[in-house]
């Protein structure tokens, strides 16, 4: 199983990335797919996660301002962040679950966000 994240970098607040996670070794159309982030010295957090089914849900901090989306013939899960903040600052990871809660972890990309 691999998770792959893409798309990090450095931008200026009120900017906008798009973060891709590409997945191999897993049937992607079945997991649950999520992003987390961690800042320095803070617990990793939950930033938004979609089902299977496409639902989807989002920590307040980002709602109107992150959407997570996924292509399951891809087999890529996306994290397009627009109005970005300092406070969005953080490594962010992405996280597959399976329906029978295993979980597989990427080794996450870079998200900085100066002016």
């Known amino acids: 199983v691999q998770l792959v994240e893409s798309g990090g970098g450095l931008v200026q607040p009120g900017g906008s990335l798009r973060l891709s996670c590409a997945a191999s070794?897993?049937?992607?159309?079945?997991?649950?797919m999520d992003w987390y982030r961690q800042a320095p010295g803070k617990q990793r957090e939950v930033v938004a996660s979609?089902?299977?089914?496409?639902?989807?849900d989002y920590v307040d901090s980002v709602k109107g301002r992150f959407t997570i989306s996924r292509d399951n013939i891809k087999k890529i899960v996306y994290l397009q962040m627009n109005s970005l903040k300092l406070e969005d600052t953080a490594v962010y990871y992405c996280?597959?679950?399976?329906?029978?809660?295993?979980?597989?972890w990427g080794q996450g990309t870079q998200v900085t966000v100066s002016s």
């Open positions: 996280d597959a679950v399976s329906p029978s809660g295993l979980g597989y």
């Open positions: 070794g897993i049937i992607f159309s079945i997991f649950t």
């Open positions: 979609i089902t299977s089914g496409g639902t989807t």
